[in-house]
């Protein structure tokens, strides 16, 4: 069987930390707590009254200058993009930020005091699935002021980033994976750095009453000033990673794909997330069947592979919305303008075959089957098709569900499925499919 799947998480205890804010100069108390799988990922302000909470979500984005604020009616909460960053990376789903000011501890710059407050408290999983948003096809965002931002499908969440300062100067590029490990040694630890000639006016209208050499790093020419060394020769580079992740955790979903970004920013990250979500809303339809199929939960993209050995061009399934009990199953193809065979089947008047429309009802019975006799190390080999009928064609841009149900199971070796394919509720095609199993 598949690998299980992932599992939301929260943090184990509530934790504290004090310090002092960026903007405002002001002391603050940041207390992480746990919160309840699809809570997601609030802040709650202790200091005001009713202690309100908000989402930290891209709806909720107010600007985007110097650092991210997020806010509802009077209510602001700026500079969220650090401690959204660790505890994204760290793979928290759910948890709640109480401070008792406007902005959350700046620390030494960095995310390093997050990650050591996250591992204090730590990380627990719960018992709902993961949303991971899995990208079907490449996204980009372009912003006037050169900004570029793509991110293509990917089994992992990569970010590779080339960060480019005023002039060109202290241009660095940097690529990876991002794991909890990974984050932890090489992205968190690198801090906020400013130019210079971007910060006086602000230092001169007193905009930045807490920031200093302790929690920034200030390029000046070619000079870099700081209170201690540079942590890595582009720690540039690694922290707009940082700040991407952070601006991106306004999303609401895990990512799996690879962001290549230049010359990014809290603006065009924003951009991106706002981007996201409008891609996201794209294939919600497509994930729900009108009647959701009670029973244990689907399986992703990643799961169906790991169990069917059928890769592009001839995986017929996209998902496992479903199992009801161990006899039924759903699954869901959307067939696209861009599957192989529509340029042949037939030229100018696409037609999904039926053949292969019993090859999708094969692969997702055969799931169930796998599931049922506990043999994913062995391949069901299809064996016959009685009472095939098509019903209807299938167009590109149909969603296909595939719905298969045992009839017959003897011991681990013979198993028979009725199947149907739907769109839009109406039966396309059906048939009657008999498998054997055998050892990979
Ligand atoms: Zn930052």
Do not use: W
């Amino acid at each position: 069987m598949a690998a299980t799947p992932e599992l939301q998480h929260t943090i184990g205890k509530s934790t504290a930390l004090s310090g002092t804010s960026l903007h405002t100069g002001e002391k603050v108390t940041l207390r992480l707590q746990p919160a309840a799988a699809d809570h997601g990922i609030k802040f709650r302000r202790m200091d005001l009254q009713d202690q309100p909470t908000i989402d930290a979500k891209i709806d909720n984005l107010k600007t985007v200058e110097r650092a991210t604020t997020i806010g509802e009616g009077a209510m602001r909460v700026h500079t969220v993009e650090h401690v959204l960053s660790a505890l994204s990376a760290l793979g928290v789903d759910n948890a709640i930020i109480e401070m008792d000011a406007n902005e959350p501890p700046i620390g030494d710059g960095s995310a390093q005091l997050y990650v050591e407050l996250i591992k204090t408290a730590g990380v627990v999983p719960q018992e709902t699935p993961r949303r991971i948003f899995d990208l079907r096809e490449p996204l980009h965002i372009e912003t006037k002021n050169g900004a570029l931002l793509v991110v293509l499908p990917d089994p992992k969440f990569r970010i590779s980033c080339t960060q480019v300062g005023p002039e060109g100067r202290f241009t660095q590029f940097y690529s990876t994976e991002i794991t909890p490990a990974i984050y932890e040694r090489e992205i968190a630890p690198a801090r906020t750095f400013v130019f210079y000639e971007d910060v006086q006016p602000l230092m001169e209208k007193n905009l930045i009453k807490g920031g200093s050499l302790e929690n920034a790093i200030v390029v000046r020419g070619e000079a870099v000033l700081s209170k201690e060394p540079l942590r890595f020769t582009d720690e540039f580079v690694r922290h707009k990673i940082l700040d991407i992740i952070g601006d991106l955790a306004l999303f609401g979903h895990r990512i799996r794909g690879h962001i290549i970004a230049v010359k990014p920013g809290h603006g065009p990250n924003a951009e991106l997330a706002r981007a996201l979500v409008r891609e996201h809303a794209k294939t919600l339809p497509t994930l729900q069947p009108r009647a959701f199929p009670p029973g244990e939960g689907g399986l992703d993209i990643k799961q169906v592979m790991d169990i069917l050995p059928h890769r592009y061009p001839f995986l017929m399934v996209d998902r496992i919305l479903g199992f009801e009990g161990d006899m039924r199953i759903t699954g869901v193809k959307s067939v696209t303008i861009n599957e192989p065979y529509f340029g042949g089947h037939f030229p100018g008047h696409p037609v999904m075959p039926g053949v292969l429309q019993v090859e999708a009802m094969a692969q997702v019975a055969s799931i169930l089957m796998m599931k049922i006799t506990k043999s994913a190390s062995r391949i069901g080999y299809f064996i016959s098709a009685d009472d095939v009928k098509f019903r209807k064609p299938v167009f590109p841009g149909d969603t296909l569900f595939i719905h298969a149900e045992v009839t017959k199971a003897r011991g681990n070796r013979l198993a028979k499925a009725k199947c149907q394919c739907t769109v839009n509720d109406a039966v396309v095609s059906e048939g009657e499919l008999m498998f054997t199993f055998l050892d990979k």
